[in-house]
């Protein structure tokens, strides 16, 4: 069914807040003796701002302590803060793209209007400011999500029919408030996926789809116009990501059984660099030590099972054949490219045959000028990364890996969340 208009949830969608929230939610909650878990995280996702708090201080059985409490309590860390959110992934390139094609676009959040107005005050939402038609928040509809009535005043603020709206959400609450409004909705998850409904892509209403990141949003799906800048099928990262790393013996999965010789790079050097990045199979430039020669690389991001999908890796595969090992040497890589989500297989054959095909993919894009021209890179050359390396503007997306019993599938596994 084609969409006639996009409806965007704002926290956790479009902008990184979700982390800042966890961040100033844990300080207020260590200051009365509590802590906030996961399920306090999946109580309050979506919700309006009090309503979380009391969602937490249900859960959490709190005495002596309200939810207006920790409201009043957490609001001045987080005002003092809000500039400091991102863009999540995709999210930039999707928006510019919609509004260049003339879709009418609007946001329904839970945000309070003045909330909404600080958080789109930074650096991340200067393209949000002229983006949308309209802007609902959740202090301006009676019932806040699930309840409908943000999506419904976004539908009426803009003239088109609720069943011809398309709605983007992160939280399950959200995806309710829609699939409510008698909306179709793309759930791109901040939980894990058993805490969302199974998409129906031919639904009237509800979900329809869930990714794991606006990266992986096809327009035309919907009915809306494609996107016209992939390269060989691969969508060019703007900004590029600079990462540098120390090389590090790995688990040798790559080399032993795969017969692809990745390079693992030291998880220290990598922590505040891979922080934000969503996992998936990406391609770009990588150069080592004191030479100042590049290759062609692609890599994986993603989870390691090992450390218990608590650790992010990246493992780049230089596509040249280099007669030594260069462990111990300073790894510099500014990817430019974003292949494909991670994906699970059933066969060490078929994993090995799509990490293949996505060098394949990896150096036909590169030799587009645009993204040939990143080879040229200064933080490629020996030396360039005496200050801290510039992070990805974004953020991880993940889903635990699956045990398996089979060897072979679980080696798959193992290489398709964080090592190619």
């Not at 409004?181 to 979900?207: I, N, Q, W």
């Not at 040798?252 to 998880?267: F, H």
């Not at 040497?329 to 045959?353: G, H, K, M, N, Q």
């Amino acid at each position: 069914m084609p969409a006639k208009a996009v409806i965007w949830d704002l926290d956790g969608t479009l902008l990184d807040t979700e982390s800042l929230v966890c961040e100033a939610s844990k300080t207020v909650l260590a200051a009365h003796g509590a802590e906030l878990t996961p399920a306090c995280v999946a109580a309050g996702l979506g919700k309006r701002p009090l309503e979380a708090w009391q969602a937490v201080v249900n859960l959490l059985g709190l005495e002596g302590v309200s939810a207006q409490q920790l409201y009043d309590e957490s609001e001045p860390l987080l005002t003092a803060r809000w500039g400091e959110v991102r863009m999540l992934p995709g999210a930039g390139r999707l928006l510019a793209h919609l509004r260049a094609a003339g879709v009418p676009m609007a946001v329904a959040t839970s945000t309070p209007r003045a909330s909404f107005a600080a958080k789109i005050s930074g650096p991340a939402g200067a393209l949000l400011q002229d983006a949308f038609q309209a802007v609902v928040c959740g202090d301006e509809v009676e019932s806040g999500k699930p309840a409908p009535d943000v999506f419904l005043a976004a539908a009426r603020a803009l003239g088109v029919a609720p069943g011809d709206c398309l709605v983007v959400e992160d939280a399950p609450t959200g995806v309710q408030a829609a699939a409510a409004a008698g909306m179709r909705v793309v759930a791109v998850p901040s939980l894990p996926k058993s805490e969302y409904p199974t998409p129906d892509p031919d639904a009237t209403s509800g979900c329809c789809q869930v990714l794991p990141s606006l990266l992986d949003f096809r327009p035309e799906a919907h009915g809306l116009p494609p996107f016209t800048d992939a390269v060989a099928g691969a969508i060019p990262l703007d900004p590029v990501w600079r990462i540098a790393g120390t090389v590090v013996r790995g688990f040798g999965r790559g080399s032993k059984e795969l017969g692809i010789p990745t390079a693992n790079l030291d998880r220290a050097c990598l922590h505040g660099q891979l922080a934000q990045a969503v996992t998936g199979i990406y391609g770009g430039w990588a150069a080592f030590g004191p030479s100042p020669a590049v290759y062609p690389m692609v890599m994986s991001v993603g989870f390691n099972p090992f450390y218990g999908n608590e650790e992010k890796t990246c493992e780049p595969w230089l596509l040249h054949e280099f007669e030594d090992d260069f462990y111990g040497e300073e790894l510099r890589l500014v990817v430019c490219l974003y292949i494909r989500p991670e994906a699970d297989f059933t066969s060490l054959e078929a994993l090995v045959a799509r990490i293949h095909q996505d060098a394949a993919v990896t150096r036909e894009a590169l030799q587009h000028p645009a993204l040939a021209a990143h080879r040229g890179d200064p933080s490629l050359q020996p030396g360039s990364h005496r200050a801290p390396c510039t992070a990805p503007d974004a953020t991880a997306r993940t889903e635990a890996a699956t045990a398996r019993t089979d060897d072979a599938a679980t080696r798959a596994d193992d290489a398709t969340n964080g090592n190619l």
